[in-house]
Structure formats: C-alpha cells, structure tokens
C-alpha cells in the first residue's frame, strides 16, 4: 500500500481498528507527506473504512510543500460525498495558489455545483474542467483528474470520462505552496462532506487503472 512508482500522496485512510489520529494524517506514499489535521472528525462507514468528515467550518489538512508533490503532470484521486454548501465554491484538494503568479492545481466543487478541476500551465490557468452535470448531494462519486504532456486535462467520475478540456499550453507550473484537503490555500472554500482515499500520483493514470480503483474500491463505500 502506498509504495507504488509515482504515488506521491496515499492517504489511505484505515479500515477497522480504533479512530485515527486527530492530529496527524499519515501518507502511506513512499514520501512521506503527512498532513496537519485541523478539526477534522473521523467517521467510519458500515465497511470499517475511517473517513474524513467536513463540516463546512475550519476543518481542513495541510500538507506541507515538498518538491514531490510539485509535478509537471498530475493525476489527483479521492472518493467525496457532498452534504451541504449547494451554490458555494468548496474546496476537494489541491496543491498550490489559487490566483497570483504561483500554479499548480485544484480540485473543487464550484459554486454551479459541479466537480470542477483547474490546472495552471505556463504561466496561466488555461485548464477550466467542469463536470457535464450537477452532483447530488447524499450521494458517492470516485472522482480522478488528470493532466498531461498531451496538453490536456481529463476529468473521470465512477471510473467513467466525464469530459477533456485541450486548452492547456505545457507543464503544470509548480508553486511552493502547501496542499489542502478541504479548503484552497488561504482556508477558503470550506467543504462540507466527506473525502477518503485521497492519492496524488506525478504521472497520468490511463482509464484502464481508474476503472479498476473505481470497481476495486467502491464497496468500502456500497456502492453498488
């Protein structure tokens, strides 16, 4: 778990057992990029999985730069389920600034209610990827973004491509600033729900190995 090529973050979250830390979020990545937990509570879900719960109020993790986490291509992955913010930008996860000179990426849902995924390559944020159509809340999503050196970044929901957006013009620019799970860089767009199996792999992942963690991991989730 956690030791594959190009994993870079594996927040594998913890089935069975007692609850996990409060403090600490431990990356299973072979880097080692533990996260700082502010306010967020556990819960665990009828398969034994421990998962992280937002209330839409200051909780979030931060996990501190590190040139690991700082990629030209990217796959970001995690299972969400949305409770509340309908209207409102919400933060999934993300690594770097979201406005400025810095880059990087975010992973969010926006204010249309839609999963959204941006990416900022050379020198702009030229990748603007929603998803075709709304979520419903209550309800979970295996959501995978990707970008890479095709210019083009893909958003896959339940192991299925959603949509493609070939507007990007490079490599990701790479910021120095920390990664979130549950707000953006200045601790906003707070997220109300609950995010688990959240992993940032340095390389694009191919449908085949999305589909296959969709089917390989739904039933922590009943997912039918």
């Avoid at 990629?71 to 913010?85: I, K, L, M």
Wanted: hydrophobic share 40%; glycine share 10%.
């Amino acid at each position: 778990m956690g030791l594959a090529r190009g994993l870079v973050l594996d927040v594998a979250n913890q089935l069975g057992g007692a609850s996990p830390s409060t403090a600490t979020l431990k990356d299973w990545s072979r880097h080692g990029n533990d996260g700082t937990i502010t306010d967020v509570t556990w819960t665990q879900l009828p398969s034994g999985l421990w998962v992280m719960n937002f209330d839409g109020t200051n909780d979030y993790v931060t996990i501190s730069h590190a040139l690991s986490l700082a990629n030209d291509y990217v796959s970001a992955e995690a299972w969400v389920r949305v409770d509340g913010g309908a209207g409102l930008d919400r933060a999934i996860m993300h690594k770097g600034c979201t406005s400025g000179a810095a880059g990087d990426w975010q992973l969010v849902v926006d204010s249309n209610d839609k999963f959204h995924f941006y990416a900022k390559a050379t020198g702009v944020w030229s990748i603007n990827l929603p998803a075709t159509d709304v979520y419903t809340a209550g309800v979970w999503y295996y959501l995978c973004a990707t970008y890479g050196s095709d210019n083009t970044a893909r958003l896959y929901i339940d192991g299925v491509l959603d949509d493609t957006d070939a507007t990007g013009t490079g490599a990701i620019v790479k910021g120095t600033v920390d990664a979130n799970i549950g707000v953006v860089q200045n601790l906003a767009f707070d997220f109300t729900g609950i995010i688990a199996l959240a992993r940032i792999y340095n390389y694009v992942r191919t449908p085949a190995q999305i589909r296959a963690c969709y089917h390989n991991t739904r039933w922590m989730f009943e997912v039918p």
